[in-house]
């Protein structure tokens, strides 16, 4: 789910928290996207390809890509179901509509609102070409304007899960790199991945493509939705209060597609476990995240207790393996 690092609400800037179809959209239309007929692939001279990925100042790893024969940016997002391309770039990418013989919803339903979901005739990453490839169109105002403040690339869209899953990908998120498997066909793994020295945490992926993660809060079992796209981890408020968890206000405050604008709060984490891997003293955000992290499972057992985000994962060396399901930490 895109988050950018939170800045004063004197500059009028904020978490900006990408949405996709997780919040409150139709799991049918989801799933009918994700299940959709995959674009072809496009022959590649290498099986696999290692994608080095920039850093923004919002944390959001970036990726070159090609839409129909353009240069964008695309921020490589775990916690997409599906793949986004901003909604003011549509024109100049030339994204066709969905047709009647697709079988694809023409929209989707994020946070109560309607977006359209279009083609990308040709998707280049790398040497990976994805042939009339669907996308959802999404407004990106705020990290739009958060990128202009601090004079940064602003990103042209979102690779999504539904990318991710389908070529195996490894995403290494300390050293910033993006391996793919550009022929399907090919059997095996990554060649040449040193999982010495880490330890795997299993992925529990969801019917909308969301990654989860067992783990507990200080000795309190939950989960952890693994989001790169989130530039801090983050917990529930109701989740914080109800372990009785002292917070801190903060002039921060984080706003989400089609959502009203919500404070964040600080807390400190005796201990945060992810799998085997133990977290001590760590800091923390805090916001509501209803209407984010939907379908009851804040309230499950265990409840899904807050995102996993990419500061967490750069500086425990997370590589998130979507071939195998596989999350490993340092």
């Known amino acids: 789910m895109l988050i950018s690092r939170p800045v004063p609400i004197s500059n009028h800037l ?4 990408k949405f996709l179809a997780i919040f409150c959209a139709a799991l049918a239309l989801i799933v009918e996207l994700a299940a959709a007929p995959r674009g072809a692939y496009a022959r590649a001279t290498a099986q696999f390809e290692a994608l080095p ?6 944390n959001h790893l970036m990726v070159r890509a090609f839409i129909n024969g353009k240069p964008a940016w695309l921020t490589v997002d775990s916690g997409a179901p599906v793949s986004a391309i901003a909604l003011n770039r549509r ?17 989707v339903q994020i946070n109560g609102a309607f977006n359209s979901v279009a083609i990308a005739r040709e998707l280049r990453i790398g040497a990976l070409t994805l042939i009339d490839e669907p996308v959802v169109t999404v407004d990106f105002g705020y990290s739009v304007r958060a990128a ?30 993006l391996i ?10 990554v060649p040449g991945f040193d999982r010495r020295g880490l330890r795997a945490v299993p992925i529990q992926v969801s019917d909308d493509y969301n990654l989860y993660v067992n783990g507990s809060v200080n000795g309190k079992p939950a989960r952890l939705m693994v989001d790169t796209g989130s530039f801090a981890t983050l917990l529930h408020r109701s989740f914080v209060r109800r372990m009785r968890i002292a917070t801190r206000e903060t002039q921060f405050s984080s706003s989400a597609v089609n959502l009203k604008e919500r404070g964040v709060r600080v807390a400190r984490i005796r201990k945060l ?9 760590k800091e923390v955000g805090v916001i509501d995240l209803e209407g984010l992290i939907h379908d009851g499972l804040l309230e499950g057992s265990p409840p899904v207790a807050g995102l996993l985000g990419a500061e967490t994962l750069r500086r425990h060396h997370g590589i998130i393996d979507f071939g195998t399901r596989t999350l490993y930490l340092r």
């Open 14 to 17: 904020s978490f900006v928290r």
């Open 91 to 107: 024109e100049y990418f030339r994204l066709k509509p969905t047709t009647a013989e697709s079988k694809l919803p023409a929209r």
């Open 180 to 189: 793919l498997k550009t022929d399907p066909e090919v059997m095996g793994r």
């Open 273 to 281: 476990s992810v799998g085997s891997v133990d977290i001590f003293g």
């Open 148 to 177: 202009r403040r601090v004079h940064e690339q602003e990103i042209d869209g979102i690779i999504g899960a539904d990318i991710l899953f389908p070529t195996q990908a490894v995403l290494d998120c300390e050293r910033q790199l």
């Open 53 to 58: 990925l920039v850093r923004s100042r919002q």
